[in-house]
Nanobody
Framework: QVQLVESGGGSVQAGGSLTLSCSASGYTYSRRCMGWFRQAPGKEREGIAAIATSGGSTYYADSVKGRFTISQDNAKNTVYLHMSSLKPEDTAMYYC???????????????????WGQGTQVTVSS
């Protein structure tokens, strides 16, 4: 069993920065890949960043590459998403998710992530 709890969402002006946190519990083998997804109203949930728990390899969607950085503190079982140069189109509910499979295999395939947090809202105003 894995439990994921996100925090750090809020409202920010365009061009600003925000850092989300995802605190994880449960067996490490159950969360070989940690991902951040987001869902805007009326849109599908999309994967935007992922990190391999072992090794730290990172993966990014084109929409956030160069602006967002995913990182982890394994001692704290926490994954972070640092978001900079935020745009109004980044407004969404942000979710943390875990997969027992390797990131290089699952990438952003939602069906391969079996545990999800409750989400944290990020609102970017122009």
């Amino acid at each position: 069993q894995v439990q994921l709890v996100e925090s750090g969402g809020g409202s920010v002006q365009a061009g600003g920065s925000l850092t989300l946190s995802c605190s994880a519990s449960g067996y490490t083998y159950s969360r070989r890949c940690m991902g951040w997804f987001r869902q805007a109203p009326g849109k599908e949930r999309e994967g935007i960043a992922a990190i391999a728990t072992s090794g730290g390899s990172t993966y990014y969607a084109d929409s956030v590459k160069g602006r967002f950085t995913i990182s982890q503190d394994n001692a704290k079982n926490t994954v972070y998403l640092h978001m900079s140069s935020l745009k109004p189109e980044d407004t969404a509910m942000y979710y943390c998710a875990s997969s027992p499979l390797y990131c290089s295999y699952v990438y952003f395939r939602r069906e391969e992530y079996n545990y999800w947090g409750q989400g944290t809202q990020v609102t970017v105003s122009s």
